[in-house]
């Protein structure tokens, strides 16, 4: 059974969001995608200052197995970007939600928090699969 | 729910994650592959391969059957009881119909085909012995481990004890010793030393835990497979298949053509197409920027619309980046460029053999 946090949002596409106090989202990959992902080998992340829709394609995050596309859950600018990643991307692996985080954005529009699933809807769909 | 080996239970208690593996419910890692990867390079790791098919031929006439059935020849084996040899087993249009070993019982000889290639590898066999005296015996109550890297033969002598201690010391690269349902040989495909082992259905758990308890790490199909990238090792369905010739596989070092009077299955068609000209051959690719090369993507050797492709990719746990083979035109020369994610990435090309008793070939 993977952990899913009771208090971070989740995109359909498995990126979890978690509102900062200053104000800003970090976001990363649920313990769910990277048991499916398998050792992760290298992570593409997007660039500070980037702005991002939600939706889009901000990443890449490639296993042994497959690469998979990270999408930005939310809109907004990157802020800062997880580089110890660089050296070790295995990180995702064995703490997903903690030092495996992969950016962080300041939000264009905090509401589109609330379009994302809560912990309990994110396990429905993740274990319907 | 698949097939399961006598070693299900065992891979489920240590963690195996079970995945579909030819209609077999086998372990992929069990927590991490690139450990169990780096475990077999550097210490001793050992994989359940009992998913794989034996079948045993015997008769007046198995010599004479497998000279025809296979393109490399047994008659190298006449003489050495355990010998085993590699080769292709190929249709009359010279395509691989699987890839196997096999070894020198005297009497009679001992073949490994593939898991997924059974039932046609089978049925084709079956078909060719008609014209001969021999018998094919699959034999599924025989379970196989393999047990690889630099431990990996201590290891076992440990757990197998004294009783073997003298046979697992005589035994040469390639070569095979049995007693009983016990079937020891010296082959892998890992590109490490080790020993592949055939023994009873009955026996298996306990020789895999035995092991496990001398300090051999369970591997998954995972490791298996970036290992045997590494190593160089095709794997049907991937660097040949059907329609795949030899001689674009690498494997042309496996085809016996003296005498030349051996008509073996699919002879003329690999002679026409030696007269005619090969086109294409297998090479191994190096991406030593960030990124991962995968089986299916198309590679780009020269200013033609020709394209090559990778037959397998993967990252390389030893080396510390991507790696791949490939089949593509002859005309390849010492880089070409592969197509990932609609950009076209420079990769050097080399000699489809990687990393070899733990040290990089590249």
Not at chain 1, 79 to 83: C, D, F, L, Q, T
Not at chain 2, 239 to 245: F, I, L, N, R, V
């Given at each position: 059974m993977s952990e899913i946090r009771s208090e971070l949002k989740y995109a359909s596409s498995h990126e979890w969001a978690r509102l900062e106090e200053d104000g800003t989202v970090t976001v990363g990959i649920s313990d769910h995608a990277q048991d499916a992902l398998g050792d992760v080998v290298y992570v593409e992340t997007p660039e500070v200052g980037q702005t991002l829709s939600a939706g889009e394609e901000a990443g890449v995050v490639e296993s042994v197995k497959a690469a998979s596309d990270i999408y930005a859950p939310i809109s907004g600018e990157v802020?800062?970007?997880?580089?110890a990643l660089e050296d070790e991307p295995e990180t995702v692996n064995s703490s997903p939600y903690d030092d495996g985080w992969f950016f962080k954005i300041k939000p264009?529009?905090?509401?589109?928090?609330?379009?994302l699933l809560d912990a309990d809807a994110y396990r429905e769909e993740s274990e319907e699969g | 729910m698949g097939n399961k080996t006598a070693l299900y239970d065992a891979h489920v208690a240590m963690g195996g994650k079970m995945v579909d593996f030819g209609g077999w419910d086998m372990p992929l890692h069990y927590g991490s592959q690139l450990e169990e990867h780096h475990k077999v390079r550097k210490g001793a790791g050992m994989f359940d391969v009992s998913h794989m098919t034996v079948v045993d031929v015997d008769g007046s006439g198995a010599r004479d059957f497998l000279r025809t059935l296979l393109a490399n020849d047994v008659a190298k084996l006449d003489g050495n009881p355990g010998k085993a040899l590699y080769t292709g087993m190929l249709n009359e249009k010279g395509g691989v119909v699987d890839d196997l070993i096999v070894y020198l019982r005297d009497p009679g000889y001992r073949v490994v085909v593939n898991c997924a290639t059974r039932e046609k590898d089978l049925a084709w066999m079956n078909q060719q012995a008609s014209a001969f005296d021999v018998t094919l015996s699959e034999r599924p109550h025989l379970a196989m481990v393999a047990i690889q890297g630099p431990d990996a033969i201590d290891k076992v002598k440990e757990v197998m004890g004294i009783d073997w201690t003298a046979a697992i010391d005589g035994l040469k690269v390639f070569s095979s010793v049995s007693r009983g349902d016990w079937f020891v040989a010296r082959t892998g495909y890992t590109g490490e030393d080790g020993l592949e082992i055939m023994l009873n259905n009955n026996d298996a758990p306990g020789f895999w835990h035995a092991l496990a308890d001398a300090g051999v790490s369970p591997c998954g199909l995972g490791a298996r497979d970036t290992l045997r990238l590494e190593a160089g090792m095709n794997l049907y369905g991937h660097?040949?298949?059907?329609?795949?010739?030899p001689l674009q596989a690498n494997m042309a070092w496996t085809i016996a053509w003296e005498p030349q009077d051996r008509k073996f299955i699919g002879r003329e068609a690999l002679e026409a197409e030696k007269a005619a000209g090969v086109e294409n051959k297998l090479v191994g690719l190096v991406l030593e920027e960030r990124g991962v090369l995968r089986a299916g993507q198309q590679v780009v050797v020269d200013d033609t619309d020709r394209r090559g492709i990778i037959t397998s990719g993967t990252f390389s746990p030893t080396l510390g980046f991507s790696i791949a083979m490939a089949r593509v035109p002859v005309s390849v020369g010492d880089s070409a460029q592969v197509e990932i994610r609609n950009k076209l990435i420079p990769v050097r090309v080399v000699?489809?053999?990687?990393?070899r008793n733990g040290k990089s070939l590249v």
């Open positions: 802020v800062a970007v997880n580089e264009s529009d905090e509401s589109e928090l609330d379009k | 660097e040949m298949d059907d329609d795949t010739s000699k489809p053999s990687f990393v």
